[in-house]
């Protein structure tokens, strides 16, 4: 590791977020403290705070990571069949919650403080939204005549009860046994969901 002196603010600031992550992911998001996480890094408390506004402000930083991974995840699902494309877009979402439990679930049960300001909860929103847009073109694609506000509100429907599924059925310790029945679940409610897409007759 660098001398402390050989960081600059955004080195500092990637230092922390690295051993962060790494807390967070080996231990949940209860170990994470400031007085833990300056002594990973080597660096003074106040050093945290230098290029950290407070702790929710590191943690919003962490899950704003975790969202930018999942959602790169998910953008390299690619099949032109409707119904496999969103079956492994789901199946994709399952395999990094499992991977990733402890980040995720962070980012799953996180809520921006309110005094957060309207630029930052923009960008926090893009990052979400990110999730859903491969979704979305694929729901797009299916019914080129929905509005842009049709297609969101269903390419949000059918990404939270995938979500809601993961939370329902999926933690730390599931064996492949659990995990098989998670993805039994969602292709059940993707198949359907896109049945009744398919058929629906209110454009």
């Not at 003074?44 to 290029?51: D, F, K, L, P, Q």
């Not at 899950?63 to 690619?78: I, P």
């Not at 994709?92 to 403080?113: D, G, M």
């Amino acid at each position: 590791m660098a001398k402390r002196s050989e960081h600059s603010p955004e080195e500092l600031k990637a230092l922390i977020l690295d051993a962060a992550e790494i807390i967070v992911a080996e231990e949940g998001i209860s170990a994470l403290n400031a007085r833990r996480l300056a002594r990973e890094i080597g660096y003074t408390i106040g050093s945290i705070y230098m290029v950290f506004a407070n702790m929710a402000d590191l943690i919003m930083q962490i899950n704003a990571r975790t969202l930018d991974q999942l959602a790169e995840n998910l953008l390299m699902v690619n099949d032109e069949n409707d119904t496999q494309f969103l079956e492994l877009w789901s199946m994709s979402y399952l395999s990094y919650a499992r991977q990733n439990f402890n980040q995720w679930s962070c980012a799953l049960k996180y809520t921006l403080p309110t005094q957060v300001g309207h630029e930052t909860q923009t960008w926090y929103k893009a990052k979400l939204n990110n999730i859903f847009h491969p979704v979305e073109a694929k729901l797009a694609q299916i019914k080129p005549a929905y509005t842009k506000e049709q297609i969101n509100y269903a390419a949000r429907a059918l990404s939270t009860s995938i979500q809601g599924v993961c939370v329902l059925f999926l933690n730390k310790q599931s064996d492949e046994t659990e995990i098989k029945e998670v993805e039994d679940i969602i292709t059940v409610l993707v198949r359907n969901f896109l049945r009744g897409w398919l058929i629906d007759t209110s454009e």
